[in-house]
């Protein structure tokens, strides 16, 4: 593989601030390609120009993405944590039992 073209210098901008995800839809917007086409492209450069270089000092800045804090939790994945109207629920099924018990006498 040879040499990666230049890249403009916006998305060169982009690149050397961190930000990968701008400098691929910068890419993609400049040159017509694909996602894995400009994601492939940004990659080369960066290992040709060694912007991807993890040695000490030289460590990229990482665009990461936004997670919320996680709480400790016993629910499995997936499962919907339960209400707490279940005992309001049956006092409910209950008074309305008796209302059409009394009724129907």
């Given at each position: 593989m040879g040499t990666p073209s230049p890249l403009p210098p916006d998305i060169a901008n982009a690149l050397r601030s961190g930000n990968l995800l701008e400098a691929i839809k910068l890419l993609r917007k400049s040159k017509g390609v694909g996602l894995a086409e400009?994601?492939?492209l940004i990659e080369a450069h960066m290992r040709?120009?060694?912007l991807g270089s993890t040695?000490?000092?030289h460590a990229p800045k990482v665009a990461h993405k936004l997670e919320m804090p996680r709480r400790p939790s016993?629910?499995?994945?997936?499962?919907?944590?339960r209400s707490s109207a279940g005992?309001?629920?049956?006092i409910l099924m209950i008074a309305v039992a008796v209302v059409a018990f009394l009724w129907l006498q």
């Open positions: 400009a994601k492939q040709a120009t060694n040695a000490p000092g016993s629910l499995s994945p997936g499962e919907v944590p005992p309001w629920a049956i």
